[in-house]
């Protein structure tokens, strides 16, 4: 039988690789921009205009109509290709009356706008810090709770505790790296996070609970049938009866989100990427991190590796 | 005898699928069915979110000192107010709710002013009674009035005591195709108004419905002159410019009471009471959220989604079919019921719990993963098939194995998708966030169906087959995916 599990440590040092550019790159964006990741206007409170010429703008002169009404550090940025026309300016929260005041300048001084492809969003600041308090307690929400059903759904073995546990340290993991991505694409090419991306978030913690789900529910199966064996082998058993399975399931969700990413409208393109992201970790983890925790649990490693970190003599194994 | 149960289950499916089907044709007339007591009109069509056809989405909150405690009355009627005078905007389907305790949300899809809707919106509300001579003004007439502020107790500045209406000039050198406008006289406007309440009368014997109002006490006294030299003559009530009810003063009133009389059932007389007292919003609103959408931005983005959504899901119906060839195409039919399924919710709800989705674009992509959850559970499923038929069982047995021992995986690991989905949902519906609302909606929606289609529409294809084919098919193991 192949073994995986008896590679864990490798595993756990690829999860390592694969978080500490993310925290780094969130360190280096909290330092820079004020957040661990750039935040939208969902988050910030400001405003957001996405807006369609009818002839070709520049930059400059797009800020200035701005700044002459009264807004002190918009900044603006052209969107698709230059022939498209479309700019988007994010300023300070703004009424209708002013939007239409800079609606009117920008015909002016510009050109006119085609309002049929052009949006607005303003979002007030109260509004803007109680969506990040309840995102946090959110996702904060979503962990425990997946977590104590799987201490429930799972009570009738021994350890359902280590369980939830293990899932719920696969499922941090995961978001993890899907916030170091966004974090390094916010560094690199400015994308941001909003309300969608905590969908994003939230949509992958319940694929990935779904995926240990199987794991350890064979593992539950498995369990009484090889009463012989060793836990190791077990649980090594269980992952590879649970692999095509696995696998499948993968490519075909991946199929769907590719052929999004590649030919779908624009905004939810990044909404999509970083599910994609979340959801590959997701299987990876369910496999590789996971049920390796639980096996390290299980034989005493968590507890002698806790202990060597706080320094306590350890007692003989 | 199982064998005839499965086949009147598979008759029930292939009556449902047909029943999709016609759900889901575009154009689909929906159900008008208007005979003896039944009376139903529903539409059947896809309900587009402000995203994919663009609109105008406002968050109001309660403009109060933090920590005020909020009259629930007050922000109930204050949305009553709102989703009429939203109501006046011609937009085919508004949308106006309470969020929480404090905030309404208002969301006008395809409005082709959004300016003017959130002014119409923020309108303080503006009651007046108007001198309408002897001409009666059935309610609903829009009027213009002379109304130009006055001060604090709703006095206009020039109060006559002239009973004709002031006729308005015409625009030089335009046709007179029409007659001028006629601008009415203002007597005392919604300020001077102290209360208003629904009450009975005695009148003859029998109990009338009526309005009791109080005046304060600088418009009651022009209220006392104005009636008692217009005795006869219709005082018409109007808010917000449009005619709510016109009764004639029968006497003179001095004390600034007063009662509405008119053909009134206790609860019209109790929504004009409403109406009176709070003609102007009981909370100032401020804006808190605005978003507006131009329409072309959202289809093109639907155009594209749609494309892909076709191209990810034809490349799953192939790998299903190459990789588990026969029980595939078995599975492949009952993605297909299931995308049906999914997308006949959408048009035409699950009465009594809701009677359409709106869809938006993260909805869509919603939709499209929760196929991937659909399939999910028919890998499970057959997986699970190819350990029982390795491990030496019978195909039948093998069948039937497979769908318990796979059942209770699925069955629990869409449960963990759901509980986050509603998470998501409850965090979407609390900050007009209708874009995550949607898609943990469309999700939920997914997950639940292919609960059922996994379950009764898989195993009732298998099953049949099975029956259908079985001998044949337990040689040909390669058929079976094996």
Redesign the interface.
């Known amino acids: 039988m192949f073994d995986i599990i008896g590679k864990r440590y490798w595993y756990f040092l690829i999860s390592a690789l694969l978080i500490v550019p993310g925290l780094i790159a969130m360190v280096y964006s909290t330092v820079t921009y004020g957040a661990p990741v750039r935040l939208s206007i ?1 988050f910030t409170g400001g405003s957001l205009m ?1 807006l ?1 010429f009818q002839q070709p703008a520049t930059e400059d002169a797009i800020r200035d109509v701005f700044i002459s009404q009264g807004f002190t550090n918009p900044v603006v940025q052209q969107l698709g290709q230059p022939e498209d026309n479309t700019w988007q300016v994010r300023m300070g929260f703004a ?3 002013t ?2 005041k800079i609606k009117a300048s920008l015909a002016d001084q510009i050109s006119p706008i ?11 600041p ?2 803007g810090s ?2 990040t308090r ?2 946090t307690v ?1 996702v904060v ?2 962990s425990l ?2 977590g104590a ?2 201490i429930i ?1 799972f009570r009738r073995i021994p350890n359902a505790f280590r369980y939830g546990v293990c899932a719920i340290s696969a499922m941090t993991h995961d978001i993890l790296i899907a916030l170091g991505f966004v974090s390094i694409m916010g560094i690199l090419f400015s994308w941001e996070v909003d ?2 991306f ?2 994003a978030i ?2 992958v ?3 990935s ?3 240990k ?2 794991v350890f ?1 064979r593992i539950r ?1 498995n369990t009484p049938k090889w009463r012989g064996e060793p836990f190791e082998t077990v649980v090594n058993r269980s992952i590879l ?2 692999l ?2 696995s696998l ?2 993968q ?3 991946m ?14 393109k990044q ?2 990427a970083v ?1 994609l992201v979340g959801m590959v970790t997701a299987t990876y983890s369910s496999i590789f991190n996971a049920v390796p925790v639980l096996v390290a649990w299980e034989n005493g490693e968590v507890g002698r590796f806790f202990r060597r970190i706080f320094g306590r003599e350890a007692a003989t194994a | 005898m199982r064998g005839q149960r499965n086949t009147a289950i598979l008759a029930g499916i292939i009556l449902l699928a047909l029943v999709l089907i016609w759900i889901d044709l575009p154009d689909n007339p929906g159900i008008h069915i208007h005979w003896g007591f039944i009376n139903i009109d529903k539409d059947i069509r896809v309900h587009q979110g402000l ?1 994919l056809q ?1 609109g105008l989405q406002v ?1 109001l ?1 309660a403009d109060v000192p933090e920590g005020t405690e909020i009259d629930s009355e007050a922000i109930d009627t204050a949305k009553v107010i709102v989703e009429n005078r939203v109501n006046g905007l011609g937009v085919t389907e508004p949308l106006v709710q309470k969020r929480g305790e404090r905030r309404i949300i208002v969301e006008l899809p395809g409005i082709e002013d ?2 003017l809707a ?2 119409t919106i923020q309108e303080t509300g503006l009651l007046e009674f108007i001198d309408a001579g002897y001409t009666f003004l059935a309610p609903g007439t829009e009027v213009e009035t002379d109304y130009l502020g006055g001060d604090e107790e709703g006095t206009p500045p020039e109060a006559t005591t002239e009973a004709t209406p002031v006729e308005t000039s015409a625009d030089e050198g335009t046709p007179e195709a029409e007659p001028a406008p006629v601008v009415y006289h203002t007597v005392i406007a919604g300020a001077g108004l102290k209360d208003a309440v629904a009450t009975v009368i005695q009148d003859a014997g029998s109990t009338l419905p009526v309005v009791a109002f109080e005046l304060k006490s600088e418009a009651s006294s022009t209220f006392a002159q104005h009636t008692a030299s217009h005795r006869g003559q219709y005082l018409c009530i109007v808010l917000d410019k449009t005619i709510v009810s016109c009764p004639v003063i029968e006497d003179a009133i001095p004390d600034g009471k007063g009662i509405i009389r008119g053909r009134f059932t206790p609860v019209e007389a109790k929504a004009l009471a409403v109406k009176l007292r709070y003609g102007a919003l009981p909370l100032p609103l ?12 959202g289809q ?6 749609i ?3 076709a ?3 034809s ?2 119906f192939l ?2 079919l190459v ?1 588990y060839r026969f029980p595939g195409l078995l599975a492949d039919l009952a993605l297909a019921i299931y995308a049906l399924l999914n997308f006949a919710i959408y048009k035409f709800g699950l009465p009594p719990l809701f009677d359409y989705v709106t869809l938006t ?2 909805g869509i ?1 919603g939709f ?2 929760s ?3 659909a ?2 559970a028919n ?2 499923i057959f ?1 699970r098939m190819k ?1 029982e038929l390795r491990a030496g069982r019978s195909l039948g047995a093998a069948i039937e194995v497979g769908f318990n ?1 796979a059942w ?2 699925i069955r ?10 509603a ?2 949902f409850y ?2 519906s ?2 007009g ?1 209708s ?2 609302k949607g ?2 909606l469309t ?1 939920i929606i997914g997950v639940m169906t292919s609960m059922f289609t996994a379950v009764t529409v898989t195993r009732t294809f298998i099953r049949f087959a099975f029956d259908a084919f079985g001998d044949s098919l337990r040689d040909k193991r390669w058929l079976l995916g094996i």
């Open positions: 969902d996405v369609k009424d209708v009356e939007v239409d085609d309002e049929a492809s052009s949006s607005f969003s303003t979002v007030g109260a509004v109680e969506v309840a995102a959110a929400i979503a709770l997946v059903f799987i759904t309300a969608l905590l969908t939230l949509t913690i319940g694929f609970v779904q995926d789900i199987v529910d199966e009866e649970t095509h399975r499948a399931t490519l075909n969700a199929f769907v989100m590719i052929a999004i990413l590649l030919f779908g409208g624009a905004s939810i909404f999509i599910m | 995203d663009g968050l909150e959004p300016e959130v002014a401020r804006i808190e959220t605005t978003r507006t959408v131009g329409p072309t931005l093109d983005s639907v155009r594209r989604s494309t892909a959504g191209i990810g899901l490349v799953v790998f299903m990789y674009l993260p992509a499209l993963l196929t991937g959850m399939v999910d890998i499970l997986e350990e021992r209770t995986s629990d690991s869409n449960i963990s998708t759901i509980l986050t989905c998470i998501l965090f979407g609390t900050f966030a874009m995550v898609f943990a999700l």
